[in-house]
């Protein structure tokens, strides 16, 4: 039953058809194996559920309140900050990519949007300073994955509705790993930049110029804070939360000036397309998750990996290699939804804390994004750069073993990811 699903769902991939078909079509193929009449009851009844959770609704008023930022241009001057506190560094236009990504990451937590963001400005200003091409789209895309890994976080919220995990530890345990990486990639652009020769910036701002840019970016820095503290100190939920950052930006945008009624348009058109997109392949993932449910798979998968479960330290390897294999070849979502409720009673077993579990799948989730044949990240970055997508899959790959050697840090040291929620939870 498993093989024939994965066959079809691979053959409708291939043949290029909607990926919400393509799992719909899987499902159909498993209800043959199991029961066809329960087609017309379970398979409605399933997705529509999939998607009928009240902390779901944070994911679309986080993008919009990410997207009103844009609108309001607030996320100029987190740009600007960037340039000021690493731009006089050699190399200093790669550091400004991976600190603005951090900056982005507190916004809209969307390494996609963060890399059609940044890459379409800072890719030809890497180039001007002596850059190759191929790097300077590399970093930018590596450097989005900052943006799932720091809160807010569509993926934690995804993972947190299916495991029933505080989606206020998750974003707390997130903000390490996201740093961690963050330096990762300016420790590789540091050793590019000296190999290369390239010049340094313009020296140290002054603490007066810096201190100005930083008031003038605080507004949007507020952003992060009022999402990430409400949540943990229990004042609101992730929905809530979701919803007072949007009327905060909203207003802020237009007591400034900066947010226009066609502004508020766009931005609301965007949010709608891309949750639309999301929660249809929500949908029918929840759809394939409950069929492989009832059919007992993650039982048969718990027994696959039993011997192992004396070890956690295995046992994340070994699922962090599954996702990893999965990830190159299915959209993020689905592969989060699809593998969690599998993954989950196994590190159960291991006695794997649910909060490390989900930071662990994010982190393999995210990487995706940026690995051959399907991530999308690359190919956003390809387009913005005007790069060929084959040159640029060929270069990703320094970039892709810097995130999973952060990745195996994570999994060997558990702290980097407990201690904030451990301390302030």
């Known amino acids: 039953m498993t093989l024939a699903m994965l066959a079809v769902f691979i053959v409708h991939v291939l043949l290029g058809l909607p990926l919400f078909i393509s799992l719909l079509a899987t499902a159909v193929v498993g209800f043959a194996f199991v029961d066809l009449s329960m087609i017309p009851r379970m398979m409605p009844q399933q997705f529509f559920g999939g998607i009928d959770a009240f902390s779901l609704m944070a994911i679309p008023l986080f993008i919009l309140a990410g997207n009103l930022m844009n609108a309001s241009k607030l996320t100029d001057r987190l740009m600007a900050l960037a340039r000021l506190l690493v731009g006089h560094l050699r190399g200093g236009m790669g550091h400004v990519n991976v600190v603005s990504s951090v900056f982005f990451a507190g916004v809209n937590g969307s390494a996609v949007a963060d890399t059609s963001a940044l890459g379409s400005l800072l890719v030809p200003a890497m180039r001007k300073e002596g850059y190759s091409t191929a790097f300077a789209a590399g970093l930018t895309a590596g450097s989005s994955l900052i943006g799932p890994i720091i809160p807010p976080s569509i993926f934690m919220i995804l ?75 229990g004042l609101v939920t992730p929905t809530e939360s979701g919803a007072l950052t949007v009327a905060y930006v909203a207003l802020y945008g237009v007591l400034a000036g900066n947010l226009s009624l066609a502004g508020l348009w766009r931005a609301c058109v965007d949010t709608t ?90 982190l393999n989730i995210t990487i995706a994004l940026i690995t051959p044949p399907m991530g999308a990240c690359v190919f956003v970055a390809a387009a913005v750069s005007r790069l060929e997508i084959t040159a640029l899959f060929r270069t990703i790959w320094p970039f892709v073993v810097i995130a999973l050697l952060v990745l195996v840090a994570l999994i060997l040291v558990p702290s980097l990811t407990l201690w904030l929620p451990t301390t302030l939870g």
């Not at 530890?169 to 000296?194: S, T």
């Not at 100005?212 to 949007?220: D, K």
């Not at 249809?280 to 059919?295: E, F, P, R």
């Not at 039993?306 to 990893?324: A, E, G, M």
Request: aromatic residues 8%; neutral net charge.
């Open 159 to 233: 993972y947190a509705s299916l495991t029933n995990t505080s989606v206020g530890d998750l974003f707390l345990a997130g903000v390490i790993p996201g740093l961690l990486l963050g330096a990762a990639f300016m420790g590789m652009n540091a050793v590019y930049a000296r190999r290369k020769g390239l010049p340094k910036g313009d020296g140290w701002p002054g603490a007066r110029q810096l201190g100005i840019a930083a008031l003038g970016a605080l507004p949007a820095l507020m952003a992060p804070f009022l999402i990430v503290a409400g949540i943990v100190m």
């Open 273 to 362: 397309r891309l949750t639309a997109a999301i929660f249809v392949i929500m949908a029918a993932s929840s759809t394939v998750s409950w069929l492989l449910s009832y059919a007992q798979v993650p039982n048969q998968f718990v027994e696959l990996l039993t011997p192992y479960v004396d070890n956690p330290v295995v046992i994340l390897l070994l699922l962090s290699l599954i996702t990893f294999i999965t990830g190159m070849f299915m959209e993020e979502v689905s592969a989060l939804m699809l593998l969690t409720p599998i993954f989950a009673p196994v590190a159960m077993m291991a006695g794997i804390d649910p909060v490390h579990l989900g930071i662990i799948i994010t």
